[in-house]
């Protein structure tokens, strides 16, 4: 104190203090300025990288729904059903999405042009689908297109959204070193007013009280700021563990550990709907929680209510059904939901007060993730359901011809380099259409599922069978003998004939199936060139009075074997 006398004697008057007093306001005041102006700073660059999340959602649905016509037009020249109808409809809803992604990207020059391009594309689209027909061209130009101009422009959103991402962190820090440098120069300025004030005969005992109490609050400040830093970077790493994922199961590993790392000291998990929709599943966790799998979903309050429910001791006392033991004291469940859909629940239990505060101050970002999850996990499924509807039979359960014409070319070509025999066969049910006419068309789908059994009980695991339309189908024997391959054929002929002729499946002991086979690369090298064969093969076996295989010519000239049996 003497020192700081010596240096400023002048300040002693009532004056000196009040000029003091003044500058220390008028220095508290910009430096408060400057603060606010850094947290609106990170405010905005927080919207701007909402705002690139919710453009590239967008897209990614925009996506969705050209994959969607693509695939219910191919499905309409396939089945002639009313999927045509459903590709306009997405068609359309496209159109609408692409207005919507126009407005979200106007702040955008690069983007805006994109666009419009896409906006012209999907024009396109429409009008090639309103006078699409059965006999029409699958629009894949058009869909093209659209896919290239989608993924022009989510790359350039994602490119967006790193660097969005990385300024948005360098506000975050930025804010919180100007808080901490506020803090500091409160601290000094405070510590100087402290002196003035005890140079003027202040009370000590009051005097301290106040900086103890102001530097309490500060500490509180810095400590809440550097809780709301951590919590983002936490929820920014969950948010990016759950976009890298490629199947459901990592999103459900990852969301788990996501949420263990923001609520730690919690313990809880991620349970799922079934298909029934009456069967809960418990797909991931962290700690050692009281649920289990349950049903039916009426049993948790939160599915019940369709939305968060928290249940603590003396303001809510029904608890949830889905207990193995007793149920715990503190705990939260919170519906999982994507686009209006309730796919399961996340469930989070405290075991102390305090770990149930710490979830309620976190609770935006928990609701945040929640979101993220449940659109990854239906955008996943979603994949997956349409993956398989594209290749597979409906009917049957069997590959359909669009994939017997991939895998052959694919197989022909290993058996190629492999120098293997490569065998085809083509099979068909005889006098089918008479016994549609006889027993109806549900007996007909029955019996063809029957037979498809008969094919997966008949055939090696690296083998393949296929539909190729109607009541005529295709199986595809890879690395096999010409031996093997006979015997392959008898065997499911003589399991077709000896189909069970009582209960349900009686009426299908009345069928027989003929077929026809063409080798590789005796009969040719590729795969129209084998089918051919095959078919020709089968149209003998036909003619020589069914329920047998044939052949092919070329294979049969080479003299391996008797060309009809």
């Given at each position: 104190?003497?020192?700081?006398?010596?240096?400023?004697?002048?300040?002693?008057?009532?004056?000196?203090?009040?000029?003091?007093?003044?500058?220390?306001?008028?220095?508290?005041?910009?430096?408060?300025?400057?603060?606010?102006?850094?947290?609106?700073?990170?405010?905005?660059?927080?919207?701007?990288?909402?705002?690139?999340?919710?453009?590239?959602?967008?897209?990614?649905?925009?996506?969705?729904?050209?994959?969607?016509?693509?695939?219910?037009?191919?499905?309409?020249?396939?089945?002639?059903?009313?999927?045509?109808?459903?590709?306009?409809?997405?068609?359309?809803?496209?159109?609408?999405?692409?207005?919507?992604?126009?407005?979200?990207?106007?702040?955008?020059?690069?983007?805006?042009?994109?666009?419009?391009?896409?906006?012209?594309?999907?024009?396109?689209?429409?009008?090639?689908?309103?006078?699409?027909?059965?006999?029409?061209?699958?629009?894949?130009?058009?869909?093209?297109?659209?896919?290239?101009?989608?993924?022009?422009?989510?790359?350039?959103?994602?490119?967006?959204?790193?660097?969005?991402?990385?300024?948005?962190?360098?506000?975050?820090?930025?804010?919180?070193?100007?808080?901490?440098?506020?803090?500091?120069?409160?601290?000094?300025?405070?510590?100087?007013?402290?002196?003035?004030?005890?140079?003027?005969?202040?009370?000590?005992?009051?005097?301290?009280?106040?900086?103890?109490?102001?530097?309490?609050?500060?500490?509180?400040?810095?400590?809440?700021?550097?809780?709301?830093?951590?919590?983002?970077?936490?929820?920014?790493?969950?948010?990016?563990?759950?976009?890298?994922?490629?199947?459901?199961?990592?999103?459900?590993?990852?969301?788990?550990?996501?949420?263990?790392?923001?609520?730690?000291?919690?313990?809880?998990?991620?349970?799922?709907?079934?298909?029934?929709?009456?069967?809960?599943?418990?797909?991931?966790?962290?700690?050692i929680t009281a649920m289990q799998d349950f049903s039916p979903p009426e049993c948790c309050c939160g599915l019940r209510a369709g939305q968060p429910r928290w249940r603590e001791p003396g303001k809510s006392e029904i608890h949830c059904e889905h207990f193995a033991d007793d149920a715990p004291e503190r705990y939260l469940c919170r519906p999982i939901i994507a686009h209006g859909n309730t796919l399961g629940v996340l469930y989070v239990q405290c075991e102390s007060d305090v770990l149930m505060q710490l979830v309620k101050q976190r609770i935006e970002s928990v609701h945040h993730l929640v979101q993220i999850t449940g659109m990854a996990i239906a955008t996943l499924s979603l994949r997956t359901k349409l993956e398989h509807q594209s290749i597979r039979d409906s009917l049957t359960g069997l590959f359909n011809r669009h994939f017997l014409e991939i895998t052959l070319e694919r197989e022909l070509s290993h058996a190629a380099r492999s120098k293997q025999i490569l065998a085809v066969f083509m099979l068909d049910v005889d006098h089918f259409k008479q016994f549609n006419d006889t027993y109806g068309h549900s007996a007909g789908d029955a019996a063809l599922r029957e037979i498809a059994n008969v094919f997966h009980a008949n055939i090696r695991r690296q083998d393949m069978a296929y539909r190729y339309g109607g009541e005529e189908f295709a199986i595809l024997l890879t690395d096999v003998t010409v031996k093997a391959a006979r015997e392959r054929a008898e065997q499911i002929l003589q399991a077709v004939a000896i189909l069970p002729s009582t209960g349900q499946t009686q009426k299908c002991s009345n069928l027989t199936i003929s077929i026809g086979i063409a080798f590789y690369p005796n009969d040719g090298e590729t795969a129209e060139q084998l089918l051919r064969r095959a078919d020709e093969a089968l149209y003998r076996s036909k003619r020589q009075g069914r329920n047998r295989y044939s052949i092919s010519q070329v294979e049969a000239m080479a003299g391996q074997f008797e060309p009809i049996l």
């Open positions: 104190m003497r020192t700081f006398k010596h240096r400023f004697p002048g300040l002693k008057s009532t004056g000196a203090m009040l000029l003091v007093v003044t500058c220390a306001i008028a220095l508290f005041t910009i430096a408060a300025d400057f603060v606010i102006y850094t947290i609106q700073s990170l405010i905005s660059e927080t919207n701007w990288v909402q705002h690139t999340q919710q453009v590239l959602g967008s897209l990614q649905r925009a996506s969705l729904l050209v994959e969607r016509v693509e695939y219910r037009t191919q499905l309409y020249l396939l089945t002639g059903d009313d999927q045509l109808n459903r590709a306009r409809m997405s068609a359309n809803s496209l159109r609408s999405l692409t207005a919507q992604i126009g407005t979200l990207v106007a702040d955008n020059p690069a983007q805006t042009s994109n666009d419009q391009n896409l906006a012209v594309q999907v024009e396109q689209l429409n009008q090639a689908l309103g006078s699409f027909n059965a006999q029409s061209h699958a629009p894949e130009k058009e869909v093209e297109a659209c896919q290239k101009t989608i993924s022009l422009m989510s790359n350039i959103e994602q490119t967006l959204l790193t660097q969005r991402t990385l300024k948005s962190q360098y506000k975050s820090f930025a804010t919180i070193a100007t808080e901490i440098a506020f803090v500091g120069l409160l601290l000094v300025t405070l510590t100087v007013l402290f002196g003035f004030l005890l140079h003027n005969a202040v009370p000590r005992g009051k005097t301290g009280k106040q900086l103890i109490l102001a530097n309490e609050n500060l500490a509180q400040t810095v400590k809440a700021l550097e809780n709301c830093a951590q919590e983002a970077a936490l929820l920014t790493a969950a948010i990016d563990e759950v976009q890298l994922c490629t199947d459901v199961r990592q999103v459900y590993d990852a969301a788990a550990n996501g949420f263990w790392r923001l609520l730690p000291g919690t313990s809880g998990c991620l349970s799922m709907i079934g298909n029934s929709r009456q069967i809960v599943e418990v797909v991931s966790s962290w700690g």
